[in-house]
C-alpha cells in the first residue's frame, strides 16, 4: 500500500505546487474579462458558480474513463500506478490547465480554433474534421454503454457486442431513451439541464470512490495492493501487449486525453473569473486521476494480485462494467452497488450529452452558424446523431473501442503541440509541454504500427524505430512552423 499511498499524496500535493506554479506561467489575472460577461448569449455562454462549473468539468472529462479504462490497464501491474500519478501531474493537468485558459482567454474558442491559431490554418481544417469525429466517436461509445448495462441490469439480454440484432428490441427502446436525453441536452441552454444534473452526478463519482477507498483502508488485510518494484510488464499476453504503447492508451482518462481539451472551452464559456482556472481545468484532472488510482488498485487488491485480476479480465471477456458491479457487490452490499451503478450509468451519460454539444460549438465555430437560434442547433445537431447511430450499429464496441482509444491520445499530441507554440510565442518556458508532446507523439505513433487494431507489425525493433522516425518528422515540421510560420 505504500505505492497507492505515496502517489495519493503527490497527486494532491501537485494541485498545491506544479498547479500554482502553471497559474504564473499562464500569467492568471482575476481582473481580466471572461467570455461568459463578454459574450454572454444564454445558450452557451451562461455565468456559473465555481463549484457547479468543476463538478460538471469533472463529468466532462472522466465518462467511463478513470474507472473501466483503469480497472483493464491495472492488468498491466502497478506500473499502471506510476503512469496515472506522473501521467496525470505533468501532462493530463497541465495539458487540462493551458488549453483550457488559452480558450478562456480568448473568447471561450472551440479547440479546432485555438489549434489553428498556433499551428495554421490547414492544421485547423484537419482538427476540425478530427475533432467532430473523435466527438462523434465518444458519443456513440457513451451512448450504447450505458444502453447495455440498464438493459443488463433489468434483466433484458444485453448482446456480446454492440451490433445490435433484428430482435434486439429491448436493448434499443433502452439507446432510444438515452438518445433523446442527448438531443434535449444538447440542444438546450448549458444551466437548464447539464448545470442541474451534472453536479449530482459529479457528486456520485467521487462518492463511488471515496467508498472504494474506504474498503482499501478498512480491509488491508484481505485487499492488499501490490507494490511498484519493477516496470515489469504483468499483462496476460505482454508480447502483443507492451507497455509502450499500450498502456498508454488503455488508461487515458486517468493520465491524459486530449477529448479533455474539447470539453475545457464549454466550461470557458461558464467560469466567472479567471481565477477558478487552477480549481476548474487542473484541480479537475487531478480528481481524476485519484478515482483511476483507486480503482487501478482495488482492481488488483480485490481479486489478489495482478495474476488474479488478468483472469479475472479473461473470465469476464474484458467487461469492466461486470468487474464493476462484482467488486461493489461484495465489498458493499445491494444498496450501494445500487448506487454504483447509477454512478457509473451517469458517468457514461454525462460524457456522451457533452460530446454531442462539444460536436455542435465545433461545427458552429467552423461555419459561423449563431447558436441562438433553436432551429439553427437542429440542423447542426442532426447529422451529428445519426452518424453516431451508424457507428453503433455497423461497428462491434470493442472496434469503436479502439479506434477511439487511439484519437483520443493522437489529440492530446496535436493540443500539447499547440500549448508548446503558445508557450513558445509567449516566451514562456515551453519545456514543461514539450517533453509531453514528444513523449505522447511517440506512444502514438509506436501505437499504429503494434497495435493488432492497426498495422500490428510482429517485428517489434522496427516498428518503435518507425515510431521515432514519425516522432522526429512531427517535431521538425511543429519546429518549422514556430520558427517561420505556417499559414
Sequence with gaps: MITFITCLALLVAAYFTYGRYLEKVCGINPANPVPSKTMYDGVDYIPMPRWKVFLIQLLNIAGLGPI?????????????????????????AMHDFISGVISLKDNGKSLPEIIGKYLGNGTRTFMRMFSVLLMVLVGAVFMSQPAELIASNISIPALETVAFSATSWELFAVLMVILVYYILATLLPIDKIIGRLYPLFGVALLVMALSILFVLFTNSGAYVIPELTSLKNQIADPDKFPIVPMLFTTIACGAISGFHATQSPMMARCMTSEKQSRSIFYGAMIAESIVALIWAAIGMAFWGGVEGLNAAIAEYGGSAAKMVNVITETTMGPVVTAFVLVGVIGCAVTSGDTAFR??????????NIDQKSLFKRIMVCVPLFAGALLIIFALPFQTIWSYFAWCNQTLSVITLWCITVYLFEQKKPMIIALLPALIMTYVCSSYIFISPMMCGMENRTLAYILGG???????AAVHFYARKGWK
Aim: overall charge neutral; hydrophobic content about 65%.
Design 358 to 367: 462539444s460536436a455542435r460549438l465545433i461545427v458552429a465555430d467552423m461555419f
Design 68 to 92: 473501466f479504462g483503469a480497472l483493464l490497464g491495472a492488468a498491466y501491474g502497478p506500473v499502471a500506478f506510476l503512469w496515472i500519478t506522473l501521467g496525470g501531474i505533468f501532462m493530463g
Design 469 to 475: 522516425v514519425m516522432t522526429l518528422a512531427i517535431s
